[in-house]
């Protein structure tokens, strides 16, 4: 897995490596720029042609060992290699010296059926598929006949540096010495924007607060004032939506509480049992509207931006304060709640959130356990955490949909119990608010129907906490 995750790092989209093949693209791109320059100079290069100086001191020299065949050719060997011939690759300068038709020495490279037609003239000839610039002189005294060519054609001089590696090699080996640098210079001109990439991903979803991080770069101080003014308009649009589901709901409560009263007095003068039945089922209605706007208000609360002053909560102290307030729905169900809570665990939070937690955890496993069954309540320490678990004998959740049903409003299609699909978001928000987790897990490990749902809250114990209220 790990190698997988870092093969796809290498593959995949990455502005680092980006930014150093743009280096080494550039640098390519300047490295041919300057061959082909040079290329395209020795094309033009007739300087050495224009040389009078040159063909008469070598001429001269070649005259006076005329009788000395021998030491004649070792100087036209000579002359060759002062005009740079190993030096450049075979780009230098060839030598040609004839007398009497017949040819006393060549240079290697130097084209054989090349001939000048005009005497102290630069000429442009073609011989061997290429293109030469060539001029002859001939000694007055012994008629020997010197012509100096240089390549004409800049393709081929380009051709000739690469097949000599003067090209690709000096690109190859300078690439490993660039990208190294590259790389650092690019990891510290990228450090700003690492360290709003760090803040931005240390956020949680409700931390809707500016960028602490304010980057001198121009081009950097552009993107996080759009990101912190996305904030400013996010964060006052969540507050206006939980301002206006707060005061609706806030609203609807009396209403529905007279309605509730009105409705029950009406059903204590019906008189058919068809009234009463439909008078029992508008008060089913109200109790469940009622709910939910509850629930709404609890929501809202845990949504708060700036909750009340947060302290240490007994967990095991409030665990049986609720477990007895709740006890009244048990009764009515027929089901046992049992608690086993561990003495002197507290945590550093809001005790309002706490019991809205509590409730809504112990109220869905009441809700959903058979007639007779238990709803059994475990308080822990592990570690530096507190774990409270919640399980039932009910028809639990399938797996696919355990994390789907902390979404608001949303409900296990299988449920045929009513409800608003608001109780476990409320318990997410209140265990986020507190730095913890909740999972939901079997009951029972055999699997079969009715395995009941166990739901598995951790959070931070007090003396670990040192807790400050979330922003958002």
Not at 240 to 249: G, V
């Amino acid at each position: 897995m790990a190698l997988r995750t870092y093969c796809a790092a290498l593959v995949g989209p990455s502005l680092m490596r980006r930014l150093l093949l743009a280096q080494v693209a550039l640098l390519a791109l300047l490295w041919s720029l300057g061959v082909g320059f040079v290329a395209y100079e020795g094309g033009q290069d007739e300087a050495s042609l224009k040389e009078d100086r040159l063909y008469d001191a070598v001429l001269a020299v070649a005259d006076h060992l005329a009788d000395q065949p021998a030491r004649q050719l070792d100087a036209f060997r000579h002359v060759e290699l002062a005009l740079g011939e190993e030096i450049d690759a075979g780009l230098g300068p060839k030598l040609v010296f004839e007398q009497g038709g017949r040819v006393l020495y060549r240079s290697a490279g130097a084209p054989e059926h090349l001939t000048t037609r005009r005497i102290g003239a630069i000429e442009m000839l073609h011989a061997d598929g290429k293109k030469w610039r060539a001029r002859t002189k001939v000694s007055p005294r012994t008629g020997l006949r010197m012509t100096l060519i240089v390549p004409a054609d800049p393709f081929s001089i380009f051709i000739t540096l690469n097949s000599h590696g003067l090209y690709l090699l000096p690109l190859l080996i300078s690439i490993p010495f660039l990208l190294i640098p590259a790389w650092l210079s690019i990891r510290l001109a990228l450090r700003p924007w690492n360290r709003v990439a760090a803040e931005v991903a240390s956020r949680g979803p409700r931390d809707l607060a500016p960028l602490a991080f304010r980057p001198r770069h121009r081009e950097l101080a552009g993107m996080v004032e759009n990101i912190n003014s996305l904030m400013r308009r996010l964060q006052e649009a969540s507050e206006r939506e939980r301002a206006f589901i707060a005061d609706a709901a806030h609203e609807l409560r009396t209403p529905l509480a007279a309605m509730r009263v009105n409705v029950e007095a009406l059903q204590a003068q019906a008189v058919e049992p068809r009234q009463r039945e439909l008078l029992a089922g508008v008060v089913s209605g109200v109790a469940r509207a009622t709910r939910l706007v509850g629930q709404l208000l609890n929501l809202m609360r845990s949504d708060a931006s700036r909750p009340e002053q947060a302290g240490p909560v007994a967990l095991d102290e409030l665990l049986q304060d609720r477990m007895a307030t709740l006890s009244g729905i048990a009764d009515t169900r027929g089901v046992e709640l049992a608690l086993a809570a561990e003495p002197g665990l507290a945590v550093h939070g809001w005790r309002e959130s706490l019991t809205s937690l509590i409730d809504n955890l112990v109220d869905n496993a009441i809700k959903y356990s058979p007639d007779g069954g238990t709803v059994d309540v475990r308080l822990a320490r592990d570690g530096d955490m507190a774990v409270l678990t919640v399980a039932d004998e009910g028809p639990g959740i399938d797996a696919a949909l355990r994390e789907r049903v902390f979404d608001r409003f949303f409900r296990d299609p299988r449920q045929t119990q009513s409800g608003s699909g608001l109780g476990l978001s409320i318990v997410l928000a209140a265990v986020q608010r507190h730095g913890g987790a909740v999972v939901l897990e079997e009951a029972r490990e055999e699997e079969r129907e009715g395995a009941g749902l166990l739901a598995r809250v951790r959070l931070p114990l007090a003396a670990q906490a040192g807790l400050a209220a979330p922003a958002g």
